[in-house]
């Protein structure tokens, strides 16, 4: 085993809850899938010396957004391509809501299309973004997947397990529940009842489940493709934006009805079937919604009045520095009624947070070229990185159990074409 060294006609409501939500039924556990034997393994103590060449530059840099899709809640293998997040749309008085009670899965994405969970991300940038080039990225990953990394440097204890495969010469990070459609046990709160509310699906993509962005960036000499799920944008930050309410009755009609023809199967600009034993499954791409700038995209967080002392936004600005959400609203609740609701422009915080935690990012930086060196040196170019509660681990194993390739064929040839 090794052991590495230092290194207006619009759509109020979501229907099943912020993108997660499936119809209520008692949650079974699912057993773990098993593990395979240890490669090579990561201490924490093996990131406390930082590489010269990365001192003092662990940050993010030409950050852009590339793309994203909504799922359609009508059809669980729909997207729409560019698809655009719910708009903010807060009501006109505090009105008490229903505290959440549906059942929602921990990966929307892995429950909504498990043979290729990461298929429809890349099928996006292909479909919208044609140019990009996909060979040169160095790690595929999502805001899971990286924000479990980053707890792990920063020493916060949670376990997790994630699959670890290069196509060409990128790695892709894809978190490994035990079901992909393991769902949250004892959701409690307000955390989908409020955006149901507060937020709103334009018409033009009426019927979405969940707005997925996709955003590349460089950190630390490292050509990262992130996704991540946005719960929404402001309207005022995207001026000029076309919406149904400065459209006449006839374009808000021919929009409406141009959808509708989309989702029933007439303007569908793509249907790729998945490589899966029984052939039945296919991911189909409607092209509709529009580009909405990252500038105006937003994270949101609701909390009981009785922590309004917590520093909620402090505990999250990890998460936006990954995803590089500039805007964050944060929603107090008393008994379910929200009267204390907060719209923040946090870029000069989460710039503040990267300089003050350069110490950890260049550990960071650190562990994601370990993980990307040792898997480009594999033979098979597939591993699993599992990390234990308790133990200042992390194991590079073999992949243990039935396993998919990350991509079908027909995706992977991509970058083999572009490498030719």
Same mark, same amino acid.
């Given at each position: ?53 990365? /001192? ?19 059809? %669980? ?22 505290? /959440? ?106 019927? %979405? ?26 309207? $005022?930050?995207?001026?000029?934006? $076309? ?25 569908? %600009? ?78 000069? $915080?989460?710039? /503040? ?28 170019? $597939? ?36 490498? /030719?």
């Amino acid at each position: 085993m090794l052991s590495f060294g230092s290194r207006g006609g619009n759509w109020r409501g979501r229907n099943t809850g912020r993108g997660r939500g499936v119809s209520r039924a008692t949650t079974v556990p699912t057993p773990a899938p098993p593990l395979g034997d240890i490669l090579a393994s990561i201490q924490y103590d093996d990131l406390e010396e930082a590489n010269d060449e990365n /001192d003092g530059a662990a940050r993010i840099t030409g950050g852009r957004y590339l793309t994203s899709y909504n799922w359609l809640d009508k059809s %669980s293998r729909q997207i729409i391509v560019p698809g655009e997040p719910p708009a903010w749309t807060p009501l006109s008085y505090p009105t008490k809501l229903r505290e /959440d009670s549906g059942q929602y899965y921990r990966d929307s994405n892995a429950a909504r299309y498990p043979t290729y969970p990461l298929e429809p991300m890349i099928r996006a940038i292909l479909t919208d973004r044609p140019d990009f080039s996909l060979a040169n990225l160095d790690i595929v990953g999502c805001g899971s997947t990286m924000g479990n990394l980053l707890r792990f440097v920063r020493g916060q204890d949670k376990p997790f397990r994630m699959i670890v495969e290069l196509v060409g010469q990128t790695v892709f990070l894809l978190r490994r529940e035990n079901s992909p459609t393991e769902r949250i046990p004892d959701v409690r709160g307000y955390g989908h009842a409020f955006p149901e509310a507060y937020t709103t699906w334009n018409a033009r993509v009426k019927g %979405s489940e969940s707005h997925q962005r996709l955003i590349n960036y460089d950190f630390a000499g490292i050509n990262c493709l992130i996704r991540f799920e946005a719960d929404g944008y402001l309207p $005022k930050l995207v001026p000029g934006l $076309k919406t149904m309410e400065n459209q006449d009755p006839e374009t808000e009609k021919e929009q409406d009805e141009g959808l509708l023809a989309s989702l029933k199967g007439t303007v569908i %600009s793509s249907c790729y079937p998945v490589d899966a034993a029984d052939g039945s499954s296919e991911l189909v791409i409607t092209k509709g919604g529009q580009h909405i700038p990252q500038s105006a995209v937003f994270d949101l967080k609701t909390r009981s009045i009785k922590k309004i002392d917590i520093d909620t936004l402090g505990d999250e600005l990890a998460r936006l520095w990954i995803a590089q959400i500039p805007n964050f609203v944060l929603a107090y609740h008393k008994f379910g009624t929200f009267e204390d609701i907060r719209v923040q422009d946090v870029r000069e $915080k989460i710039k /503040d947070w990267e300089n003050s935690h350069q110490v950890e990012l260049v550990k960071f930086a650190n562990l994601l070229d370990m993980i990307i060196s040792f898997v480009r040196s594999t033979e098979s170019g $597939k591993i699993e990185i599992e990390h234990e509660e308790g133990v200042q681990t992390l194991n590079l194993r073999a992949q243990g159990g039935v396993v998919n390739d990350v991509l079908p064929a027909t995706v992977r040839d991509k970058w083999d074409h572009e490498s /030719d």
